[in-house]
T-cell receptor
Framework: DGGITQSPKYLFRKEGQNVTLSCEQNLNHDAMYWYRQDPGQGLRLIYYSQIVNDFQKGDIAEGYSVSREKKESFPLTVTSAQKNPTAFYLC?????????????FGPGTRLTVL | SQQGEEDPQALSIQEGENATMNCSYKTSINNLQWYRQNSGRGLVHLILIRSNEREKHSGRLRVTLDTSKKSSSLLITASRAADTASYFCATVESGYSTLTFGKGTMLLVSP
């Protein structure tokens, strides 16, 4: 089955710790995106990458970091500098960079900071 | 960055009724997309309408786009309990390569 996987589904972290969320796709898609969703809110863009070894900041990049060493993988690190990290994190991909057609989403990771 | 705004925020209807959700946006767009999200899940793409299109159909879904009013509507006909979900519009601003999402409409369809 082709698709996007995110792991883990639920993640708990103590304040002051960094944590990395995984996003893998086997769709051979060029571009990948990370969004944050807070209760009752829409999605806000954190980072995106249109090609391997390149990525751009989205609207709310502060306190987050990413890497894109492989086409299939786009991990997101939530650092201790992120003041309010508890949220639902969604990863997405799109077939061709710049086409901006349908985005495919993973199932999400719910992060809770204790 | 611009953001689509959905209206209403929440909608409650009976099975068999039609559901209409509206989306307004602020600047020139390349296309507008509608997504569905079941509680605690990822988003699923429903339909895309380009800036030079006025209406599009997909099964029980009908989307309209009025670029002069910077608005779109999503109509779900003959709704079912399984249509219960949140619905989001997302816009691709001209010249940009990212989607901007609205806050969504929560639809509840009662049997």
């Amino acid at each position: 089955d082709g698709g996007i996987t995110q792991s883990p589904k639920y993640l708990f972290r103590k304040e002051g710790q960094n944590v990395t969320l995984s996003c893998e796709q086997n769709l051979n898609h060029d571009a990948m995106y990370w969004y944050r969703q807070d209760p009752g809110q829409g999605l806000r863009l954190i980072y995106y990458s249109q090609i391997v070894n390149d990525f751009q900041k989205g609207d709310i990049a502060e306190g987050y970091s990413v890497s894109r060493e492989k086409k299939e993988s786009f991990p997101l690190t939530v650092t201790s500098a992120q003041k309010n990290p508890t949220a639902f994190y969604l990863c997405a991909s799109i077939g061709t960079s710049g086409s901006m057609d349908e985005q495919f989403f993973g199932p999400g990771t719910r992060l809770t900071v204790l | 960055s611009q953001q689509g705004e959905e209206d209403p925020q929440a909608l409650s209807i009976q099975e068999g009724e039609n559901a209409t959700m509206n989306c307004s946006y602020k600047t020139s767009i390349n296309n507008l997309q509608w997504y569905r999200q079941n509680s605690g899940r990822g988003l699923v793409h429903l339909i895309l309408i380009r800036s030079n299109e006025r209406e599009k159909h997909s099964g029980r879904l009908r989307v309209t786009l009025d670029t002069s009013k910077k608005s779109s509507s999503l109509l779900i006909t003959a709704s079912r309990a399984a249509d219960t979900a949140s619905y989001f519009c997302a816009t691709v601003e001209s010249g940009y390569s990212t989607l901007t999402f609205g806050k969504g409409t929560m639809l509840l369809v009662s049997p």
